[in-house]
């Protein structure tokens, strides 16, 4: 087979490989945020029985404001005919009978209120099932950014096993040359032991953010997830201004959405609690057959009598307080939320200062302390314990870089949960 030849056919095998890698990259998640996302906002059952609660509550507000449903009563007066005859219930053969169509009416605007108390309670609920949402977005943006961490960690510690591996040959050859102790060798295949022991344990913490990832999709604890591909960009810092964060925050974070529902609702029922110092109506209208023919028509007026005024002051207290609760209870969470917000802003800034410096200045420095150690070394001006710790200094600065990034996006995840939306 000639090389043309040869070069077709694998051109064409990957030609058909191409679109397979590509689906299964697809049906795999974890390559990127977007796409667990996506996933668990379909599959996720906490986020759903939010979602189901908050369509009940709305389902709610039509039926509370509805009348009431009227009242059919029949009456059979006389069905012996004054003893002429045997019991009967056919209309047209007792004494007479008596149809009456009843309908309760409350008080003017009760209904109303009732359709107003049902429906902020719903905004409550609909609050709920965002905060639901956001809490869950920010827990995948954390584990995910944590994966791309340890995948970090993982490679950089394969790295470091690679380079002590090839100082464990220069220090053999220095000591089959008698220029280094034996010692220098042993410490090598140390630090190498050590490194596949790291190696186990990322890998261990790997396997449980995962586990933890893949719950949160809904997905088996063992099912696979892709590579992450990136960590997403951190927005820029005239973003992050604080005040205007806190007007975000206080105009959107659901929490606050959801108390502020509350609050309305609760004045709402102290409303109606004032209304029902007011009377209830029953109308009802009665014809009256006899024989076969209807010959008497009656209206029925009923009112109930609102007497127990020590109860309804009490339940007027009871919504006062209920109103003053919410107000409290928003209060509460404001503060709480703006608290969170300025502790995430500032560990959001340090973990971006953190990166900076380890780029620009701990990461050239160790790089060129390592380089000189291991020059120092191989002249035999430099003992093997100084080269090791110019190459931990390596690895401590990508390190720090690495926590630095995981740190920012963290923080990012807790922003973007009380905004209630991404930044």
């Known amino acids: 087979m000639s090389y043309p030849l040869q070069t077709g056919v694998l051109a064409a095998l990957l030609a058909l490989g191409a679109p397979i890698a590509a689906q299964t990259s697809e049906e795999m998640p974890g390559a990127s945020v977007e796409g667990l996302l996506s ?13 189901f609660e908050a369509q009940a509550a709305a389902e709610r507000v039509e039926p509370a404001g509805a009348l009431m449903d009227p009242k059919f009563r029949i009456e059979w007066m006389d069905i012996t005919k004054m003893g002429e005859q045997s019991p009967t219930l056919w209309p047209s053969d007792v004494g007479s009978t008596k149809y ?78 008698g220029l280094a102790a034996q010692q220098d060798v042993i410490r090598s295949q140390v630090e190498q032991t050590n490194m596949r022991n790291e190696l186990v344990m990322i890998e261990s913490e790997r396997l449980q953010v995962d586990a933890r990832l893949n719950a949160l999709l809904a997905r088996p604890a063992q ?29 959107r974070n659901p929490q606050l959405f959801s108390e502020e529902a509350r609050i309305q609702a609760a004045e709402k029922s102290r409303d109606l609690s004032y209304k029902n ?87 050239p420095q160790a790089d060129l302390s390592f380089s000189s150690a291991l020059a120092s070394y191989e002249n035999g001006k430099l ?15 990508r390190q720090s870089q690495l926590k630095a990034q995981f740190e920012a996006q963290m923080r990012l995840a807790e922003i973007e949960k009380l905004l209630g939306e991404d930044l």
């Open 100 to 177: 009456t169509l009843m309908q309760d009416l409350p008080w003017f605007g009760k209904r109303e209120l009732k359709r107003d108390i049902a429906q902020f309670e719903a905004q409550s609920s609909e609050g709920k099932a965002l905060g639901a949402w956001s809490e869950l977005a920010a827990r995948i943006k954390t584990a995910q950014a944590q994966r791309y961490y340890l995948h970090g960690n993982e490679k950089l510690t394969q790295e470091i096993l690679d380079l002590m591996a090839q100082l464990e040959q220069v220090a053999q050859s220095r000591y089959a040359g």
């Open 277 to 363: 110092r007011y009377p209830d109506f029953t109308l009802a209208i009665s014809p009256t057959q006899v024989d076969s023919r209807i010959k008497e028509w009656s209206l029925m007026l009923e009112v109930n009598i609102p007497l127990q005024q020590n109860s309804r002051r009490a339940m007027e207290r009871e919504a006062e307080a209920m109103v003053s609760a919410a107000h409290a209870r928003k209060e509460a969470a404001a503060n709480q939320v703006l608290a969170e917000l300025a502790q995430n802003l500032a560990g959001m800034e340090a973990a971006r200062r953190t990166g900076a410096l380890a780029t620009s200045s701990l990461l």
């Open 383 to 397: 003992d093997f314990a100084a080269l090791l710790d110019a190459q931990r200094q390596i690895r401590q600065a």
């Open 39 to 51: 996933v668990a906002k379909a599959n996720n059952p906490d986020y759903a029985s939010m979602r």
């Open 223 to 251: 099912a696979p997830l892709a590579r992450p591909n990136g960590l997403r960009m951190t927005p820029a810092a005239a973003l992050l201004d604080t005040a205007k964060l806190e007007q975000r925050v206080r105009s």
